[in-house]
């Protein structure tokens, strides 16, 4: 089963632009990611937040957790062409290893 | 940094073959690995978790005689694809937790398997 959704499902910006992507999830968590998957590709994890943290950075990528509303988001800040990827937030319960993948945002940043 | 091998990474086979599609861990040893399955632009859904050395549990609605999953060492899950049709043409993602990770850390990633059955 899915957690939750992110929006949008798709987003196209020019290079330079900033990127902004929700999560929504739905139960408890321990903690939630991001990830990158290339087209036809694997998944490439970019950062952690715990659920009792509230902000973290790392390169251009900020990511917020509001526990309260049950959301996340994460920004990408100055993007290049190469950042073109579909990125799924995850999230881990409290007493589950499980990962419950949300739906995706496909980012477009055009050259 | 931890490595995670899938094989094959493509297979093509003919409706009603098995496929079995390998998961390793290359440099740690990891007591519990997940499958998911991926369709076109779509997201991962958790099929199942493998723990090492005990039975294979799946998630609600994932057929567990279809998808057969064996995890016979801390290094290695396999899941055989059954009796394959066309709707079983998937990306199918293994994943393996450390087998001294705790709740709230990473799991590792392998690179996918496309399953094609004509």
């Known amino acids: 089963s899915q957690q939750g959704e992110e929006d949008p499902q798709a987003l196209s910006i020019q290079e330079g632009e900033n990127a902004t992507m929700n999560c929504s999830y739905k139960?408890?968590?321990?903690?939630l990611q991001w990830y990158r998957q290339n087209s036809g590709r694997g998944l490439v994890h970019l950062i952690l937040i715990r659920s009792n943290e509230r902000e973290k950075h790392s390169g251009r990528l900020r990511v917020t957790l509001d526990t309260s509303k049950k959301s996340s988001s994460l920004l990408i800040t100055a993007s290049r062409a190469a950042d073109t990827a579909s990125y799924f937030c995850a999230t881990v319960g409290d007493s589950s290893y499980k990962l419950i993948f949300g739906s995706g945002t496909r980012l477009l940043v055009r050259p | 940094g931890a490595v995670v091998s899938q094989h094959p990474s493509r297979v093509i086979c003919k409706s009603g073959t098995s496929v079995k599609i390998e998961c390793r861990s290359l440099?740690?040893?990891?007591?519990?690995m997940f499958w998911y399955r991926q369709f076109p632009k779509k997201s991962l859904m958790l099929m199942a978790t493998s723990n090492e050395g005990s039975k294979a549990t799946y998630e609600q609605g994932v057929e567990k005689d279809k998808f057969l999953i064996n995890h016979a060492s801390l290094t290695l899950s396999t899941l055989t694809v059954t009796s394959a049709h066309p709707e079983d043409s998937s990306f199918y993602i293994c994943?393996?937790?450390?087998?001294?990770?705790?709740?709230?850390?990473?799991?590792?990633f392998g690179p996918g398997t496309r399953l094609t059955v004509l």
């Open positions: 994943s393996a937790r450390e087998v001294w990770a705790s709740v709230g850390d990473t799991q590792y």
């Open positions: 139960t408890s968590i321990n903690n």
């Open positions: 440099d740690f040893q990891a007591t519990t």
